[in-house]
């Protein structure tokens, strides 16, 4: 009789414990987690300019990508051409450094035993982006430059290429 108390203990521990395992298992909160947002998803597929009292002659546009090997393309305006150039990164090495809500933060290369390269930094604040360019042959800083960029609806289908 004691032999049969003891199996059927046995036997409700054991039900007990494959059902919380089976609960616990299927219990899976994978399904409510948000990716983190990262400037590229939020930014993905925006526009933006650099607004035109800044240098009349020129427009500059810049739209972003959620892709870590091609994260924009820029279409470069100069009067004195009337067309636009454009550029991606798909034809060079991307190395991101931060991608996070607020900020971009990468390294491009053409190839990697090209001395030159240029390290981007895209910074969201408020309802502009600034972009910090700094370009280096070896570890020399050559040049640096800055803009800030405001949101645009502008169409960059549309434009007129110069390529």
Known sequence: MKSRIINHSFFYIFIILSLTLF????????????????????NNLTVWEEPKDSNPNVEYYIKFFNNLENVFEHYSYFSRDDCYYYQNLEDFSIEIYENSKEKLHFKITRSSNDPRYT?????????????????????????????????????????????
């Open 119 to 163: 390290i981007i930094q895209c910074t969201k604040i408020n309802e502009n982006i600034i972009i910090d360019f700094k370009e280096y042959f070896n570890t020399n800083l050559v040049t640096q430059s800055q803009y800030k960029l405001t949101q645009s609806s502008k169409n960059l289908e549309e434009l007129k290429s110069c390529n």
């Open 23 to 42: 609960l616990n298992s299927c219990n899976s909160d994978d399904d409510d987690i948000e990716p983190e947002d990262t400037f590229l998803s939020l």
